[in-house]
């Protein structure tokens, strides 16, 4: 783990790939997590292979597609493009992390409400993002909406039924927040 | 089932939202296996090259490195795929022919050891002139992507598209289609209006969301997990790699991240599973957006078509040529090719026509399905000359389309089905809606259109229910879920037949070793194939557990008939399925299994199984001064017979027009020399959130026309197809003058729009004013 001083010739050297050359301690859905792991390792690596949390997904690998998309300490990230070794002192949230109990949370039921999924592979960084939007602004307009989630790509939906959930979704927490029911 | 339905026709959610709302839903990309090893592929750097020599030894003795396996490795096994023409290497043989082709594989413990060997395979080439796009390939004296043909495949289906055996090639044509009756010729020359339209539809790709994926275990035996959507045709792809009896070739496609066409037929599962044979382990191998890409991309299209019209407006003939970009392997073009040559020239009634289609292999990335299946192409030549012919004769669009149209039951193809759908009824509530609701802005316009298609593919499915000793439902498909919700279409149907809760049946797909045969998951055949597949398993499950209810109850088989969730005697007494399997075993244990066959037979014998009908309109807006395109309106028309999931087809038809908008407006890979310059999609820039139009009409139009369940017809493509068209039309009626070529990017619009002279008014007209005075210049020739 501390074993850096690989390269003989003196030159300063490098991990070699794979050498669990640096440690972390962060949160990951309210869990404690103290890892070693090699400096390259991206957070979705880190995330997906060493914790077995694969439900986030990587497609376009360059940090445009959204699909990647996890919070750390609130802010959403690509995860694609984000070292694990920056989570360090950090609490990371994923979309296994949304539901509380077994029951989906409202930003959650409002997708299935809205059909706002098909194949499924965008809709965690759908729901990270949204989730994001959501804590920042309660009751976004449709046009907060479209510019907050622009950077999160479907190919399926055509958009539109994720819009309505996101709106849904702040619509019934404003219904519990007055009592109503949802 | 008499009655009114309990659960066809409700949009019940989808039964996989808690499994992809979690993260716990399984792709294949999230599958391991015990000892897995990893793979990287090392590409092509060049378009066109003999293979001088390879030298692994460098890799080889890299870090964790399991082994690098190239074509020479693979004596033994049929080398190549196709399941129409089997042209298409595992590992380039002898020479590469497009930038990004396999050469090697490299297997080691990690994905990152694999990656950094890549670098040490030293591959020697020498290159050949190439052929980067038609135009070369079909010059005199070209340098020849295949020098040989391939026979076809045992596939009887295909013989059609295949030639004979395996000989020299003398071109790069890969495959040609004429479609041809009455007497065009003589047609034009006595047509009051005689008009020529050339366009061109840009190179795509699907991007599919999850790039292609696979992992794969070789014992003597093959297992492969992949991202296909027809893991049976894959099956025998594989089969025929190893020469294994089917029964020892399993492939499985867990839940797929998005599919559109892109992952028909085979792609790296060849890859994995030679890899694993060759290291002794499970491999797996994950492509990046480049690299798929760079694996399946959508033919281009050349198209031109002429029309004659007679003074009112009727068709008199059409000739149309098309010149397909199919690269550098076959896979699916020829069927694309045939498919854009019947379904170029509309729906509408020709008494003479002729279409020349051709598919040319260029030194380019291998093109293969794409929702619509040749339709996209297709039909954004005919609908655009057919509306600039309207604008020439000063009729309405809408006009000479309603004139022209094939009515229901009306052949459109020589010996095929009648058409099972009325498009005028359609057209009326699409341009009602598109019409009624749009902006008087002056620079905005209106453009609609129609397709059919010849959908379903080829009518064999399979399907079993097992009804268990408690009386809930597992029904088996071999037809693969990659988000268009079959697994809500075909679950209910269940319910629907047999009377039990939705919620206590449950619907498993798309595994050759262990789900029913399925042909493939394309042209929109799930709800109308597989669900009569599903009926039929429903109808043969009840037929047994008469025979086991009247066996227990002592009762003669003719006094016992089927009520919801069972069976009722003459004398009113009622079992339930539980009671029955219960009672016949002896036992809380046992189940029924009710087997569901379809072929060409019965409302199935006459092709196509049903005619796919897309009918879809768009309202644009044009900054003048920056070519943007905003899509203010879009209305759709989903004639599906019956919707056995009404959100499901609104979902689908939102989702098709969407990407349709991505091909009009955005989506076009370009080649720069031998490799993109856009293989990314940075570059190459998809349909986002905000492109979403502001107004969306999504209709149904019902009226249990088709052949499938409950008679719905299937959806999912329809509604791109006439949207290239669509948009185009569009444009050119916001901007005054005729594009010839989609996408419509700002740049184009913004040219488009600087052409037309200063002291011209801004055209005004909505879709049609009635005059010709102000006609759009199309700057074709007539």
Same mark, same amino acid.
Not at chain 2, 256 to 284: D, F
């Given at each position: 783990?501390?074993?850096?001083?690989?390269?003989?010739?003196?030159?300063?050297? &490098?991990?070699?790939?794979?050498?669990?050359?640096?440690?972390?301690?962060?949160?990951? =859905?309210?869990?404690?997590?103290?890892?070693?792991?090699?400096?390259?390792?991206?957070?979705?690596?880190?995330?997906?292979?060493?914790? $077995?949390?694969?439900?986030?997904?990587?497609?376009?690998?360059?940090?445009?597609?959204?699909?990647?998309?996890?919070?750390?300490?609130?802010?959403?990230?690509?995860?694609?493009?984000?070292?694990?070794?920056?989570?360090?002192?950090?609490?990371?949230?994923?979309?296994?992390?949304?539901?509380?109990?077994?029951?989906?949370?409202?930003?959650?039921?409002?997708?299935?409400?809205?059909?706002?999924?098909?194949?499924?592979?965008?809709?965690?960084?759908?729901?990270?993002?949204?989730?994001?939007?959501?804590?920042?602004?309660?009751?976004?307009? /449709?046009?907060?909406?479209?510019?907050?989630?622009?950077? =999160?790509?479907?190919?399926?939906?055509?958009?539109?039924?994720?819009?309505?959930?996101?709106?849904?979704?702040?619509?019934?927490?404003?219904?519990?927040?007055?009592?109503?029911?949802? | 089932?008499?009655?009114?339905?309990?659960?066809?026709?409700?949009?019940?959610?989808?039964? *996989?939202?808690?499994?992809?709302?979690?993260?716990?839903?399984?792709?294949?990309?999230?599958?391991?296996?015990?000892?897995?090893?990893?793979?990287?592929?090392?590409?092509?750097?060049?378009?066109?090259?003999?293979?001088?020599?390879?030298?692994?030894?460098?890799?080889?003795?890299?870090?964790?490195?399991?082994? +690098?396996?190239?074509?020479?490795?693979?004596?033994?096994?049929?080398?190549? &795929?196709?399941?129409?023409?089997?042209?298409?290497?595992?590992?380039?043989?002898?020479?590469?022919?497009? !930038?990004?082709?396999?050469?090697?594989?490299?297997?080691?413990?990690?994905?990152?050891?694999?990656?950094?060997?890549?670098?040490?395979?030293?591959?020697? !080439?020498?290159?050949?002139?190439?052929?980067?796009?038609?135009?070369?390939?079909?010059?005199?004296?070209?340098?020849?992507?295949?020098?040989?043909?391939?026979?076809?495949?045992?596939?009887?289906?295909?013989?059609?598209?295949?030639?004979?055996?395996? $000989?020299?090639?003398?071109?790069?044509?890969?495959?040609?289609?004429?479609?041809?009756?009455?007497?065009?010729?003589?047609?034009?020359?006595?047509?009051?209006?005689?008009?020529?339209?050339?366009?061109?539809?840009?190179?795509?790709?699907?991007?599919?969301?999850?790039?292609?994926?696979?992992? #794969?275990?070789?014992?003597?035996?093959?297992?492969?997990?992949?991202?296909?959507?027809?893991?049976?045709?894959?099956?025998?792809?594989?089969?025929?790699?190893?020469?294994?009896?089917?029964?020892?070739?399993?492939?499985?496609?867990?839940?797929?991240?998005?599919?559109?066409?892109?992952?028909?037929?085979?792609?790296? /599962?060849?890859?994995?599973?030679?890899?694993?044979?060759?290291?002794?382990?499970?491999?797996?191998?994950?492509?990046?957006? $480049?690299?798929?890409?760079?694996?399946?991309?959508?033919?281009?299209?050349?198209?031109?078509?002429?029309?004659?019209?007679?003074?009112?407006?009727?068709?008199?003939?059409?000739?149309?040529?098309?010149?397909?970009?199919?690269?550098?392997?076959?896979?699916?073009?020829?069927?694309?090719?045939?498919?854009?040559?019947?379904?170029?020239?509309?729906?509408?009634?020709?008494?003479?026509?002729?279409?020349?289609?051709?598919?040319? !292999?260029?030194?380019?990335?291998?093109?293969?399905?794409?929702?619509?299946?040749?339709?996209?192409?297709?039909?954004?030549?005919?609908?655009? =000359?057919?509306?600039?012919?309207?604008?020439?004769?000063?009729?309405?669009?809408?006009?000479?389309?309603?004139?022209?149209?094939?009515?229901?039951?009306?052949?459109?193809?020589?010996?095929?089905?009648?058409?099972?759908?009325?498009?005028? #009824?359609?057209?009326?509530?699409?341009?009602?809606?598109?019409?009624?609701?749009?902006?008087?802005?002056?620079?905005?316009?209106?453009?609609?259109?129609?397709?059919?298609?010849?959908?379903?593919?080829?009518?064999?499915?399979?399907?079993?229910?097992? +009804?268990?000793?408690?009386?809930?439902?597992?029904?088996?498909?071999?037809?693969?879920?990659?988000?268009?919700?079959?697994?809500?279409?075909?679950?209910?149907?269940?319910?629907?037949?047999?009377?039990?809760?939705?919620?206590?049946?449950?619907?498993?797909?798309?595994?050759?070793?262990?789900?029913?045969?399925?042909?493939?998951?394309?042209?929109?055949?799930?709800?109308?194939?597989?669900?009569?597949?599903?009926?039929?398993?429903?109808?043969?499950?009840?037929?047994?557990?008469?025979?086991?209810?009247?066996?227990?109850?002592?009762?003669?088989?003719?006094?016992?008939?089927? +009520?919801?969730?069972?069976?009722?005697?003459?004398?009113?007494?009622?079992?339930?399925?539980?009671?029955?399997?219960?009672?016949? &075993?002896?036992? =809380?244990?046992?189940?029924?299994?009710?087997?569901?066959?379809?072929?060409? *037979?019965?409302?199935?014998?006459?092709?196509?199984? &049903?005619?796919?009908?897309?009918?879809?309109?768009? /309202?644009?807006?044009?900054?003048? $001064?920056?070519?943007?395109?905003?899509?203010?309106?879009?209305?759709?028309?989903?004639?599906?017979?019956?919707?056995?999931?009404?959100?499901?087809? /609104?979902?689908?038809?939102?989702? %098709?027009?969407?990407?349709?908008?991505?091909?009009?407006?955005?989506?076009?890979?370009?080649?720069?020399?031998?490799?993109?310059?856009? %293989?990314?999609?940075?570059?190459?820039?998809?349909?986002?959130?905000? *492109?979403?139009?502001?107004?969306?009409?999504?209709?149904?139009?019902?009226?249990?026309?088709?052949?499938?369940?409950?008679?719905?017809?299937?959806?999912?493509?329809?509604?791109?197809?006439?949207?290239?068209?669509?948009?185009?039309?569009?444009?050119?009626?916001?901007?005054?003058?005729?594009?010839?070529?989609?996408?419509?990017?700002?740049?184009?619009?913004?040219?488009?729009?600087?052409?037309?002279?200063?002291?011209?008014?801004?055209?005004?007209?909505?879709?049609?004013?009635?005059?010709?005075?102000?006609?759009?210049?199309?700057?074709?020739?007539?």
């Amino acid at each position: 783990m501390t074993s850096t001083d690989t390269a003989a010739d003196g030159v300063a050297s &490098f991990p070699a790939a794979g050498e669990r050359a640096c440690t972390i301690q962060t949160t990951v =859905n309210g869990v404690r997590v103290e890892r070693a792991l090699d400096p390259r390792m991206t957070l979705v690596e880190f995330l997906r292979e060493d914790l $077995e949390l694969t439900g986030t997904k990587v497609s376009c690998g360059l940090q445009v597609c959204g699909v990647c998309t996890v919070l750390v300490d609130d802010q959403p990230v690509s995860s694609c493009t984000y070292l694990a070794a920056d989570v360090d002192g950090r609490a990371v949230r994923t979309v296994e992390g949304l539901a509380r109990e077994g029951a989906l949370n409202g930003l959650q039921r409002s997708f299935a409400e809205e059909f706002a999924l098909q194949c499924g592979f965008c809709t965690p960084g759908f729901l990270m993002m949204a989730t994001a939007l959501l804590e920042r602004d309660p009751d976004p307009t /449709e046009e907060t909406i479209r510019e907050y989630l622009d950077g =999160n790509f479907c190919r399926c939906t055509g958009y539109q039924p994720i819009v309505a959930a996101v709106r849904r979704a702040a619509a019934r927490k404003a219904g519990e927040a007055g009592g109503e029911p949802s | 089932m008499s009655g009114t339905r309990e659960t066809a026709g409700r949009s019940v959610q989808r039964p *996989d939202f808690m499994a992809k709302l979690t993260g716990a839903a399984q792709y294949t990309v999230d599958i391991g296996m015990p000892g897995m090893a990893h793979a990287k592929i090392l590409r092509s750097d060049r378009a066109h090259a003999r293979i001088v020599s390879i030298d692994r030894t460098a890799a080889l003795d890299a870090p964790g490195v399991v082994g +690098v396996i190239t074509a020479a490795d693979l004596g033994g096994l049929f080398p190549r &795929f196709g399941h129409i023409v089997p042209d298409h290497s595992i590992l380039a043989e002898e020479k590469v022919r497009y !930038y990004g082709e396999p050469v090697a594989i490299v297997v080691a413990q990690s994905a990152w050891a694999a990656a950094d060997a890549l670098e040490l395979v030293r591959v020697t !080439y020498a290159d050949l002139p190439d052929v980067l796009d038609v135009a070369a390939a079909l010059a005199p004296h070209a340098p020849l992507v295949h020098e040989h043909t391939y026979g076809g495949t045992a596939d009887e289906s295909f013989r059609v598209l295949t030639g004979a055996e395996q $000989e020299r090639a003398s071109s790069n044509l890969a495959h040609e289609v004429v479609l041809e009756w009455g007497d065009p010729d003589a047609a034009l020359a006595g047509a009051a209006t005689v008009h020529t339209t050339s366009v061109t539809f840009p190179m795509l790709y699907a991007y599919a969301m999850e790039p292609y994926n696979a992992v #794969a275990s070789y014992t003597g035996d093959l297992h492969v997990i992949s991202t296909a959507q027809h893991p049976f045709m894959v099956r025998d792809d594989l089969a025929r790699v190893f020469g294994l009896p089917l029964s020892k070739v399993r492939v499985t496609s867990p839940f797929v991240g998005g599919g559109y066409g892109s992952k028909s037929y085979t792609k790296v /599962e060849p890859l994995a599973a030679i890899a694993s044979w060759a290291v002794g382990r499970p491999v797996k191998l994950v492509l990046d957006v $480049e690299e798929s890409i760079y694996t399946t991309r959508v033919d281009s299209a050349e198209v031109t078509m002429t029309t004659g019209v007679d003074s009112s407006g009727r068709i008199l003939a059409r000739v149309a040529d098309m010149v397909m970009d199919s690269g550098a392997y076959a896979d699916n073009s020829p069927l694309v090719l045939a498919k854009a040559v019947n379904r170029c020239f509309g729906p509408y009634r020709v008494p003479n026509l002729r279409v020349r289609g051709r598919s040319v !292999y260029t030194n380019t990335s291998p093109a293969s399905s794409y929702r619509g299946f040749g339709a996209p192409q297709g039909n954004l030549a005919g609908e655009t =000359n057919l509306d600039q012919i309207a604008e020439r004769i000063g009729m309405d669009p809408k006009e000479i389309r309603l004139r022209n149209v094939v009515g229901p039951g009306e052949e459109l193809l020589p010996g095929k089905r009648g058409l099972d759908a009325d498009l005028a #009824a359609d057209l009326e509530m699409l341009v009602d809606s598109l019409r009624g609701a749009r902006s008087e802005d002056p620079h905005t316009g209106i453009g609609f259109g129609m397709s059919v298609s010849d959908a379903g593919a080829f009518p064999v499915s399979t399907a079993q229910v097992r +009804v268990h000793v408690d009386g809930s439902v597992t029904a088996l498909s071999g037809s693969t879920e990659m988000g268009q919700g079959s697994r809500s279409v075909l679950g209910q149907i269940v319910a629907e037949e047999l009377g039990v809760e939705h919620s206590r049946v449950t619907v498993l797909q798309s595994d050759t070793g262990t789900t029913p045969y399925e042909r493939t998951t394309g042209a929109s055949r799930t709800t109308v194939l597989v669900g009569l597949a599903i009926q039929r398993a429903c109808a043969d499950a009840r037929a047994k557990l008469r025979e086991m209810a009247a066996e227990l109850l002592g009762t003669p088989i003719e006094a016992i008939t089927d +009520v919801a969730g069972g069976v009722r005697t003459d004398e009113g007494k009622e079992l339930g399925f539980a009671d029955i399997v219960r009672g016949w &075993f002896g036992s =809380n244990a046992g189940e029924v299994t009710g087997v569901g066959l379809v072929r060409r *037979d019965g409302v199935t014998q006459k092709m196509p199984p &049903f005619w796919e009908v897309g009918v879809s309109g768009v /309202e644009v807006r044009v900054d003048v $001064e920056t070519g943007v395109v905003d899509v203010e309106q879009l209305v759709t028309v989903a004639d599906v017979g019956f919707a056995i999931n009404p959100a499901a087809v /609104e979902a689908q038809d939102l989702g %098709a027009a969407t990407q349709g908008l991505g091909a009009a407006l955005f989506e076009e890979l370009v080649y720069d020399g031998a490799q993109l310059a856009n %293989a990314n999609v940075v570059d190459y820039r998809v349909p986002r959130m905000s *492109d979403v139009p502001r107004r969306i009409d999504l209709m149904l139009a019902e009226r249990g026309d088709g052949i499938g369940p409950y008679g719905a017809k299937g959806s999912g493509e329809g509604a791109l197809n006439p949207i290239g068209a669509a948009t185009l039309a569009a444009v050119a009626r916001a901007v005054g003058r005729w594009p010839d070529r989609l996408p419509l990017t700002p740049e184009r619009v913004w040219r488009l729009s600087c052409e037309v002279a200063p002291s011209q008014p801004a055209h005004t007209a909505p879709d049609y004013d009635g005059s010709t005075a102000d006609a759009i210049s199309d700057g074709t020739q007539t």
